[in-house]
């Protein structure tokens, strides 16, 4: 919050001027729509992903939506990246009974998927619209080539990883629990793509559809405050923000470097009088939104069902 307001203080000082207002509501509700159908979407990829291990026929993707908030809203208030992930491995485990080396499987996998669409995407626009900013066609091969390199890894990994090897080392050493952990999670991975390319290619589509609604806020956001320009700037305005901005950010959820980025990214293309309310609305619906939805389902997972509702193979939930 500190952060976000430093920022909204410099973009009202440099930028805005007078007090941040909406001038009409439908894009703003528009826009919580369109949050919240990417919500869901991102619910569906887990489920699809992990369906072939839920057993117990409980599990809806209702509940991985759950899972998925509970998850975002612990990775938008860490300092440290990636705390969510073993926050939502944990979940995966006491909400679905999922093992943590299919858990990992699935929150990797998705987070592959997450990334490699938002970063070809953000490559492809920044590549072919130069008017924010510029990449030059060997930078854009070099990314590519990355981007490729990563996935011929994950298949030969996935080959290479025919079947569980057993039940790891013996002994009860930190190193080899380690090493027994980093094997359940491979073999976990291994399992996940071993649906088929017809499952990973449905989540490809879905993640897709994601980011599509996700970037739909940025103009919806501006058009609430009475923007009413190109599209494109500012949809290639948010891919370099998600993608190389709130990564090397070191506030928790990117907070500050995104509105500042965001403001000086668009600055150009919308009148100042509408920047600050633009920026506040769409780092609202951005940001704020899902770390209230999550904080909420944090608390309803914890206090609500008593701990983490029914454990694995019946246990009572942790209390």
């Not at 470097?257 to 403001?263: I, P, Q, T, V, Y």
């Not at 008593?306 to 019946?314: A, L, T």
Request: net charge positive; glycine share 14%; charged share 10%.
């Amino acid at each position: 919050m500190l952060s976000t307001l430093v920022a909204v203080w410099i973009i009202a000082s440099k930028f805005g001027d007078g007090f941040p207002r909406v001038v009409d509501y439908w894009p703003l509700l528009a826009g919580v729509g369109v949050a919240v159908a990417g919500w869901v979407v991102q619910g569906l990829v887990m489920y699809i992903l992990a369906r072939p291990q839920l057993t117990d026929g409980g599990t809806n993707p209702l509940e991985m939506v759950r899972i998925y908030l509970a998850a975002a809203f612990v990775g938008n208030v860490s300092p440290i990246r990636g705390a969510e992930i073993p926050y939502e491995v944990y979940l995966l485990k006491r909400r679905t009974g999922l093992p943590v080396g299919i858990g990992g499987g699935v929150v990797f996998t998705r987070g592959m998927l997450n990334s490699s669409v938002i970063g070809a995407a953000s490559l492809i626009g920044v590549f072919f619209f130069s008017g924010l900013t510029h990449l030059s066609l060997e930078e854009f091969l070099a990314a590519l080539a990355l981007l490729v390199g990563v996935w011929a890894f994950v298949g030969w990994l996935v080959r290479r990883t025919s079947g569980p090897s057993g039940k790891g080392p013996k002994g009860g050493g930190v190193l080899s629990r380690l090493l027994g952990l980093y094997r359940e999670l491979r073999e976990g991975f291994a399992q996940v793509w071993r649906q088929g390319p017809l499952v990973i290619a449905a989540c490809v589509l879905l993640m897709a559809l994601y980011w599509a609604l996700r970037l739909a806020i940025g103009p919806l956001a501006l058009m609430a405050v009475g923007w009413d320009g190109n599209w494109l700037p500012v949809i290639v305005a948010q891919m370099i923000i998600t993608s190389f901005i709130i990564p090397i950010t070191p506030t928790p959820g990117g907070s500050g470097g995104a509105e500042l980025s965001f403001a000086a990214l668009i600055s150009s293309l919308v009148q100042p009088t509408m920047l600050l309310s633009g920026v506040l609305i769409w780092r609202g619906l951005t940001y704020f939104l899902i770390l209230l939805a999550g904080a909420f389902f944090v608390g309803w997972m914890h206090f609500h069902h008593g701990g983490e509702g029914p454990g694995v193979d019946g246990a009572p939930g942790l209390r």
